[in-house]
């Protein structure tokens, strides 16, 4: 299975862009040094308040397609 691993600061106000239909995708840099561009949706269960912070891993099955999203302690 592949994996990318990535901090990510994301403010509930850059956040809210997906609601409103503006922004469907983001896009960082892994700590590999890869650029990620994913779904904005599969950090919803992680939003917060003040927005969604911390380091993610981002698992995909043999196909390249999204099979799970984890916060990393």
Known sequence: ????????????????????????HVVTRALDGRTVRFPANILQPFLLHRGIYGRFRIRFDAQGRFSKIDKLA
């Open 1 to 24: 299975m592949n994996e990318i691993v990535f901090d990510i600061s994301l403010s509930a106000d850059e956040y809210i862009r997906v609601y409103k239909g503006s922004a469907k």
